[in-house]
T-cell receptor
Framework: TAGITQAPTSQILAAGRSMTLRCTQDMRHNAMYWYRQDLGLGLRLIHYSNTAGTTGKGEVPDGYSVSRANTDDFPLTLASAVPSQTSVYFC????????????FGPGTRLTVL | GQNIDQPTEMTATEGAIVQINCTYQTSGFNGLFWYQQHAGEAPTFLSYNVLDGLEEKGRFSSFLSRSKGYSYLLLKELQMKDSASYLCAVTDSNYQLIWGAGTKLIIKP
């Protein structure tokens, strides 16, 4: 079982360009999450989805958008990247929105220049 | 505001015991998690506490006191592979996970 996959593994992006980070899970989990992790800071929630067809804003949603068309996929889009979005991005999932044992993907390391 | 505090870094010796503390102030409480994160890798689940007391799982134990807003992770018989960051996270009243910045544990031979 693959669990959660993310693509790409890493990316260098010019400021102002758009990009979509992909996340797919095969555990049939209802809830999915996008985090960014920066040195010295805890994981910060960008957006979440409690179930397919619904999404919500986390702690740091500005500059990011998500969609949840089906159970398995939860892409994160940067419409116009800025250098402050340089970070490691983790996608995670949990069986239900009210129990947070979350399973994480391997992460995407994004550098915006 | 919501806040989770844990030490930035700790050092311990192989074979010894180490206790990593976590204090929290959150809007509501629906459980506390500990995760392990090796450098360059994703976090992985270690333990979950929702009631006061000690949960033991092999060499790792986790303790919770809800009245004190306090938890600790106890690691026994330390091995070099335990060198990692340990993340404390609390589920708040909205069932969102609030994360601490993590404690980097360095194991010396």
């Amino acid at each position: 079982t693959a669990g959660i996959t993310q693509a790409p593994t890493s990316q260098i992006l010019a400021a102002g360009r758009s990009m979509t980070l992909r996340c797919t899970q095969d555990m049939r989990h209802n809830a999915m999450y996008w985090y960014r992790q920066d040195l010295g800071l805890g994981l910060r929630l960008i957006h979440y989805s409690n179930t397919a067809g619904t999404t919500g804003k986390g702690e740091v949603p500005d500059g990011y958008s998500v969609s949840r068309a089906n159970t398995d996929d939860f892409p994160l889009t940067l419409a116009s990247a800025v250098p402050s979005q340089t970070s490691v991005y983790f996608c995670a999932s949990s069986d239900s929105w009210d129990y947070n044992e979350q399973f994480f993907g391997p992460g995407t390391r994004l550098t915006v220049l | 505001g919501q806040n989770i505090d844990q030490p930035t870094e700790m050092t311990a010796t192989e074979g010894a015991i180490v206790q990593i503390n976590c204090t929290y102030q959150t809007s509501g409480f629906n459980g506390l998690f500990w995760y392990q994160q090796h450098a360059g890798e994703a976090p992985t689940f270690l333990s979950y506490n929702v009631l006061d007391g000690l949960e033991e799982k092999g060499r790792f134990s986790s303790f919770l006191s809800r009245s004190k807003g306090y938890s600790y992770l106890l690691l026994k018989e330390l091995q070099m592979k335990d060198s990692a960051s340990y993340l404390c996270a609390v589920t708040d009243s909205n069932y969102q996970l609030i994360w601490g910045a993590g404690t980097k544990l360095i194991i010396k031979p």
